[in-house]
């Protein structure tokens, strides 16, 4: 069978070896890389020195069971992707998994496409935090490098010009908070947990694509994005120029009709017209 999925590691964690087979060739079908796990114990010890995409692992398992195995996966990256399946379906147990960060819940036996379908969507999201946690790395390194560029050329200036008061300028507020809980984004807040801006200490919630739309134009400031780009970027697809700019649309409609009702107008992202859209020099603190 031809594969159309994009490669990715999984990691099946179930103590039935049979149960462990059938999944694990479901998804090497599809061209999964896939390792097998016949306890939580030997999970934990595999994801130590291996990285996935995904962990499907059964509930019920002597020792270390699929609650608690998601339970200390998460405490170690709480990004990762895990799906829970179980035989011996409750509510209580799907309410529990999911308050623990489980990214979907299978009821045993699961045809072939459910187990697919899961996981696919699971590695989507995967990729997708991955993607955001790039732009916020290129974001707060440009930004130190071009703050830490501007308290320089201050600190020549007052050099040459004694007679300014140095203790007048305070430069630690103007240096970016590189600690990963917020940034500064010309007149906005960024708070990269939470999906969340804010302006002069008023919140605005943005949808994960409106939020990540917003950081990779940020990421890219100085130049005109093409929506195709944008798409390809900020959704995890391809398409050409003029569905993308249908696709793009109306999430910069919605973002620019939030950063409005925030004060900031809409002149922060600038649409160039049958090129793409740019940060204004206004946001991106230039």
Do not use: W
């Not at 995904?54 to 998601?70: H, K, S």
């Not at 496409?113 to 969507?121: E, F, L, N």
Request: glycine share 6%.
């Amino acid at each position: 069978m031809v594969s159309n999925q994009p490669t990715a590691n999984v990691l099946v964690v179930d103590d039935e070896g049979a149960n462990r087979y059938s999944v694990s060739k479901t998804l090497q079908r599809v061209g999964y890389m896939v390792s097998e796990s016949a306890s939580g114990e030997e999970a934990l010890e595999l994801l130590t020195s291996q990285e996935f995409d995904v962990v499907l692992t059964d509930i019920r398992m002597q020792g270390i069971d699929g609650v608690e195995l998601l339970r200390r996966v998460k405490e170690a990256s709480p990004d990762a992707i895990v799906i829970l399946m179980t035989g011996y379906a409750s509510l209580g147990t799907a309410v529990e998994a999911l308050r623990l960060g489980a990214h979907d819940y299978l009821i045993k036996p699961s045809s072939s496409q459910d187990i697919r379908q899961s996981v696919a969507r699971g590695i989507e999201r995967a990729r997708n935090l991955k993607r955001r946690r790039r732009l916020l790395d290129t974001i707060k390194s440009d930004v130190f490098e071009l703050t830490r560029a501007d308290i320089e050329a201050s600190n020549a200036a007052l050099s040459a010009t004694p007679t300014v008061d140095r203790d007048e300028i305070d430069y630690r507020q103007s240096m970016p908070d590189t600690n990963g809980s917020t940034m500064k984004l010309g007149p906005l807040t960024v708070y990269p947990g939470r999906y969340q801006i804010s302006v002069d200490d008023k919140p605005i919630d943005l949808t994960p694509t409106e939020f990540d739309l917003l950081l990779y134009l940020a990421a890219h400031r100085g130049r005109v994005v093409p929506c195709h780009e944008l798409v390809r970027e900020v959704r995890g697809y391809t398409v050409d120029e003029s569905e993308a700019r249908e696709v793009i649309r109306p999430h910069v409609s919605n973002l620019r009709r939030k950063l409005k009702s925030a004060g900031q107008g809409t002149d922060l992202i600038v649409n160039v017209r049958g090129i793409g859209y740019r940060l204004s020099e206004r946001a991106a603190g230039d």
